[in-house]
């Protein structure tokens, strides 16, 4: 079974030297390790909740993803490069958990519980609705567009920071943000939710 | 048209990681991380084996892990008449420390103090609270065909008209009567009653969270045996391959040395080195060859500087080991 993070991550400018800071953490210095735990495992986490789908356990494959961190860490040449190869790591542990739990895709008794939004207050049912068909638009999606619209429209990253942690060229991440945010429109418009505005709208165009 | 933060901005919202949610990861890694990177030692082991400790008095569960402890009491309250029959309403709540003490109604015969973390769905008549951490008081009044239940990760109870406690932390999940009877459900077992001065104890459902539960005992000095059987229910319900299950084998082993089952321990090295595993090899072929050091039928294993040597020396060593006992 390929590993999680196997992949040497170099240094986009591989004569700088790497920076005090990150080698300790390529060191395994205890603070250095807990600096890093406290700075990614929020971002980790929430990759986690945001792109695992209904039947994966977030908590567990974030805790599962920090494992597989604190082990191969060492691999991460500089700081820079770290935020990819997270991701990298984020995204084959989410591949290996949905593969565990695909025996029980139809077993309505096992659904684990998505994250909740509660609000207190008018329209509860309402709002339940809202969140519950916005989720099954993201959730229908083709993953590598899913993870843009997460990286750039829930998480507010530029198209050059979601380039960089999807280890692909700017004017592809750009143009498949584009194909996402037109997929997104078209099915959330199927769900009855009113399309967003702006970058997001598919308007009256027809699939490219 | 809708605005793309309105569509968005709940679900970034409700994905977010809290502090608290960073608390609870935490506390299922060990407290000293890079001791996640330390070498696995068998250079400690006992020249000879040790007869097995006899076992200690059950450990006080006691621990207050920085998680905080879930205690519900429900108790009877009010002795109010109705004329007419409760509405059953639909029912939203996310508590949290804003509410901190505070004795907020659902309905009209329940009462919540809350002091951490958790939701409450479900209907003003059968309530349904979703437990993440810290404490809430839970206040019923009787004869009014309230069903309400208090869910955990580990645990479901239900009041059937009593008084309990109900305390989770990086252990599991206990649940303790002093009153009634109260109807427990593991997550990963059957229903049971738990009854006047019983206890009954929900161990975490997940490898994950029974890998914690081993480091938290492990901490605490609990009886090796006892964190032997967390971490050998981890592995039952560990993904093969994962970082998880990997970490779970390699506790596993290391307790069997530390016990003085070098033959296990061995063998458990061989299946952890067989399986492929990436992560820690050239530390579990240490550990092998550092088991089979100057007993006779190991020379061999000793010498391997290869996986696959390694496996095809290990059984005749481990049979040494196991004859040496």
Same mark, same amino acid.
């Given at each position: ?208 | ?72 009491? =429900?108790? @009877? /309250?009010?002795?109010? +008449? ?8 639909? &029912?939203? %709540?996310? $508590? ?117 539960? =081993?480091? @938290? /005992?492990?901490?605490? +000095? ?8 967390? &971490?050998? %229910?981890? $592995? ?90």
């Amino acid at each position: 079974m390929e590993e999680a993070g196997d992949a040497l991550v170099r240094d986009p400018q591989p004569t700088s030297p790497p920076h005090p800071a990150w080698m300790a953490v390529r060191s395994g210095q205890p603070k250095a390790l807990e600096a890093l735990f406290v700075r990614w495992m929020p971002v980790a986490l929430q990759w986690c909740r945001r792109l695992g789908g209904p039947r994966v356990d977030a908590d567990q494959a974030a805790q599962e993803v920090f494992m597989v961190v604190l082990r191969k860490v060492a691999q991460v040449e500089s700081e820079a490069a770290f935020p990819r190869w997270l991701f990298a790591v984020t995204r084959r542990v989410l591949a290996q958990q949905r593969r565990s739990a695909w025996p029980n895709r139809w077993d309505p008794s096992s659904p684990i519980e998505s994250a909740t939004a509660v609000s207190s207050g008018v329209a509860v049912q309402e709002a339940h609705e809202r969140r519950r068909l916005v989720w099954e638009a993201l959730e229908s999606m083709p993953q590598e567009q899913r993870e843009i619209l997460t990286l750039c429209d829930i998480e507010g990253r530029t198209d050059p920071e979601a380039a960089d942690i999807l280890g692909i060229p700017v004017g592809t991440a750009k143009s498949r943000l584009r194909r996402a945010r037109y997929t997104f429109s078209n099915r959330a418009r199927n769900r009855g939710l009113a399309p967003p505005d702006g970058p997001n709208a598919a308007g009256d165009e027809e699939l490219p | 048209m809708t605005d793309p933060d309105d569509i968005f901005g709940t679900l970034r919202d409700e994905t977010a990681c809290t502090d608290r949610d960073l608390a609870r990861l935490r506390a299922l890694l060990p407290s000293d991380l890079s001791s996640v990177l330390r070498e696995t030692r068998s250079d400690a082991l006992p020249p000879t084996v040790a007869p097995m400790p006899p076992t200690p008095a059950p450990a006080n569960r006691r621990w207050a892990w920085g998680l905080g402890a879930v205690a519900i009491a =429900a108790a @009877a /309250l009010f002795a109010v +008449g109705r004329m007419q029959g409760p509405k059953d309403l639909p &029912v939203a %709540l996310a $508590l949290s420390d804003a509410d901190l003490g505070q004795r907020l109604s659902v309905g009209e015969s329940v009462v919540l103090i809350p002091s951490g973390a958790g939701t409450v769905e479900g209907s003003t008549l059968s309530p349904r609270i979703a437990w993440e951490q810290g404490r809430i008081d839970v206040e019923v009044e009787p004869g009014k065909n309230i069903d309400l239940a208090v869910i955990t990760r580990d645990a479901e109870v239900r009041v059937k008209g009593t008084v309990f406690t109900v305390e989770r932390d990086a252990l599991g999940t206990t649940v303790r009567v002093s009153r009634g009877v109260v109807g427990v459900r593991c997550a990963d077992g059957p229903e049971a009653d738990v009854t006047l001065d019983q206890e009954h104890l929900c161990l975490p459902k997940t490898a994950g969270g029974l890998l914690g539960r =081993a480091r @938290a /005992l492990q901490g605490a +000095g609990a009886d090796p045996s006892t964190v032997l059987e967390s &971490v050998e %229910l981890g $592995l039952d319900r560990s993904e093969a391959g994962s970082a998880v299950d990997g970490e779970l084998q390699v506790m596993r082993m290391e307790l069997l040395a530390g016990r003085g089952d070098r033959a296990e321990a061995l063998t458990a090295a061989l299946a952890y080195l067989a399986g492929g595993a990436a992560l820690r090899q050239d530390e579990i072929l240490q550990f092998a060859r550092d088991l089979g050091q100057g007993l006779p039928g190991c020379e061999a294993l000793v010498a391997a500087s290869e996986a696959a040597q390694l496996q095809q020396e290990g059984p005749a060593c481990a049979a040494a080991l196991a004859a040496s006992h």
